[in-house]
Every structure is written in structure tokens, then in C-alpha cells.
């Protein structure tokens, strides 16, 4: 089983600040590595694909990137909005594994 | 509109067994990957199961041999059988499409197995 490991679990933030999630993977996963938010009593949200990829209506404050094992979630200028838990998944192997999560506090 | 509805969920008491539905709408269910993922109370997001387009199905182990996904395509629903649960079975289950990423969330339907 790949097991994902993110770092920070809990980060307090300011508005506007620069902020950086970390996921890594026990193995190499390709950039077969996505990326979610989830708020409060809200289902996941796709936020980015296969690493890097961007998707359609998620602000472009929000960016990864990485390769193999070493992955990044960064979110510019953060706004309030953007309290939420943070997963990465990857979509490498059976099982399918998620992070264990990153909740951002503003 | 995309979209997924569940349905099915609430209290059962341990042994116990339920039926999950997943209503599908703006696209097939039978075209394209569809995943259960559960969240137990305050805690992350685990992978159930996902069928494929051909019907081939893949479970995490904790589930293997107790659930069963599976579709009916003149509904567009996907379904999870569940047997013999566990209080740790307790969790939000939300139905998602799955092409490597998962593009598309229901609300989920929440499951409380207690006696």
C-alpha cells in the first residue's frame, strides 16, 4: 500500500499569506498525485490533477507541483475562503490511498 | 448538470447489513469509473471500492468479502451492498467519478452502525 504522509496537519494563516502543503509518497506514484479541499459539511472538491494540472473554475491561486514521491499544494494570497482541510490522493496502485489531511485555520 | 445524489443511508445495528444508492445525472454511470469513499466522524477520507466501465471491480481490503458495488444502467445508479457491519463501518459515504482523479462528488448519505 502507498501510503501518503502530508505535512503540516494544522496550519494557522493570515489572508494573503503564501502557503505551502507538502505530500509525500512512500513510493514513487509518477505524477499520478491529486489534490482536494474540503470544507465543513462540504463534500471534496477537485482543486488539482495529476500533480499540476489545473482545473476549470478553481482560482489560479492554487498550484502544484512535484514528481515521484515529493508533492506540493501551494495557495497564493490566501483569502478567508480557503479555510478548509486539504487532501492529497493518489491514483498510482490499488488501494487507492488519500493523505491523511491538512487543515488550515485562518 | 453533473451530478450525484446518495441515498440509503442510516442507523443499523452491528451485523447488520444496507444498501447505498448513488444517482447519477449528466453522464453515465456505466461509461465511466465511479468509487465509494467513506469518512468516519472528524477523521480523513478513505477509498472503498470502484467499478469500471467493463464491470470490473477492485475493494480496499478492510471491505473486501462484506461490500459489493455494483450499477444498473437503466437507472444510472451506482449501488453499495454492505454486510456485516462494524461500528467502525461509521462514516459519511460519498459516491464519486473516478478517472485517476475524482472529478465529481455526491453530498454523501451518512451510516451509524450502533447497538
Known amino acids: 500500500e502507498i501510503v501518503l504522509t502530508q505535512s503540516p496537519d494544522f496550519q494557522s494563516v493570515t489572508p494573503k499569506e503564501k502557503v505551502t502543503i507538502t505530500c509525500r509518497a512512500s513510493?514513487?506514484?509518477?505524477?499520478?498525485l491529486h489534490w482536494y479541499q474540503q470544507k465543513p459539511d462540504q463534500s471534496p472538491k477537485l482543486l488539482i490533477k495529476?500533480?499540476?494540472q489545473s482545473i476549470s473554475g478553481v482560482p489560479s491561486r492554487f498550484s502544484g507541483s512535484g514528481s515521484g514521491t515529493d508533492f506540493t499544494l501551494t495557495i497564493n494570497s490566501l483569502e478567508a475562503e480557503d479555510a478548509a482541510a486539504y487532501y492529497c490522493?493518489?491514483?498510482?496502485?490499488?488501494?487507492?490511498?488519500f493523505g491523511q489531511g491538512t487543515r488550515l485555520e485562518i | 448538470e453533473v451530478q450525484l445524489v446518495e441515498s440509503g443511508g442510516g442507523l443499523i445495528q452491528p451485523g447488520g447489513s444496507l444498501r447505498l444508492s448513488c444517482a447519477a445525472s449528466?453522464?453515465?454511470?456505466?461509461?465511466?469509473?465511479m468509487s465509494w469513499v467513506r469518512q468516519a466522524p472528524g477523521k480523513g477520507l478513505e477509498w472503498v471500492s470502484v467499478?469500471?466501465?467493463?464491470?470490473?471491480?477492485y475493494y480496499a481490503d478492510s471491505m473486501k468479502g462484506r461490500f459489493t458495488v455494483s450499477r444498473d444502467t437503466s437507472k444510472n445508479t451506482l449501488y453499495l451492498q454492505m454486510n456485516s457491519l462494524r461500528a467502525d463501518d461509521t462514516a459519511v459515504y460519498y459516491c464519486?467519478?473516478?478517472?485517476?482523479?475524482?472529478?465529481?462528488w455526491g453530498q454523501g448519505t451518512l451510516v451509524t452502525v450502533s447497538s
Open positions: 464519486a467519478r473516478s478517472w485517476g482523479h475524482f472529478d465529481c
Open positions: 495529476y500533480a499540476s
Open positions: 467499478i469500471y466501465g467493463d464491470g470490473t471491480t
Open positions: 490522493h493518489q491514483s498510482r496502485s490499488f488501494p487507492i490511498t
Open positions: 513510493q514513487t506514484i509518477g505524477s499520478n
Open positions: 449528466g453522464f453515465t454511470v456505466s461509461g465511466n469509473y
